[in-house]
């Protein structure tokens, strides 16, 4: 079964970047739909709302709004970033933001495709609740029954942890 297709949102005020972006994600990442791609921030803020999109690919330096304060106007932000810039120096400020990834200008077909691939990995969770349940559970029987090892679920079936090798859980 394949994922649905991302909803993206391209804002930058050069015609020609949006341009060549758009082409980069329709041949590289299939898994980016396009929805809307808009030289004006103004517009951008109003598609955001419209069309609610999971990735919004975002010029940072724009005549009028830079992409600051374009998401300071957003109520909440509840879509990924990722900056598509040529300045460098507002690398730190987009994580500010939870940027997904800061992307310079001229865009590298590998940079894109990786940050693409961050978003996809943010959208499919690793590991469901009721598997850390079931684990902390096992976690929680072995240790009082004095069994050393649990079994973890891995992509090739299961692999034996010894129990102290085991620092913490995330998921």
């Known amino acids: 079964c394949s994922m649905p297709k991302l909803k993206a949102v391209l804002i930058d005020d050069e015609k020609g970047t949006l341009e060549s972006l758009s082409f980069e994600l329709n041949d590289y990442c299939p898994e980016i739909e396009i929805v809307s791609a808009t030289q004006d921030p103004h517009d951008g803020i109003f598609k955001i709302r ?3 999109p999971d990735v919004v690919f975002l010029d940072i330096e724009m005549p009028g709004m ?8 957003l109520r909440e932000i509840n879509f990924n970033i990722i900056f598509v810039t040529a300045y460098d120096q507002f690398a730190i400020r987009a994580f500010d933001f939870n940027a997904v990834d800061y992307v ?8 894109l495709i990786s940050a693409v691939q961050k978003v996809v990995d943010k959208q499919q969770p690793k590991f469901d609740t009721s598997s850390l349940d079931a684990l902390l559970q096992n ?12 079994a973890l679920p891995t992509h090739d079936g299961f ?8 620092t913490y ?3």
């Open 66 to 73: 830079n992409g600051f304060e374009l998401l300071q106007q």
């Open 50 to 52: 419209q069309l609610n």
């Open 139 to 150: 976690i929680r029987i072995q240790s009082h029954t004095g069994l050393e090892y649990i």
């Open 104 to 111: 310079l200008k001229p865009v590298r077909k590998a940079k």
């Open 159 to 166: 692999t034996m942890v010894h129990i102290n090798d085991i």
């Open 169 to 171: 859980l995330h998921a």
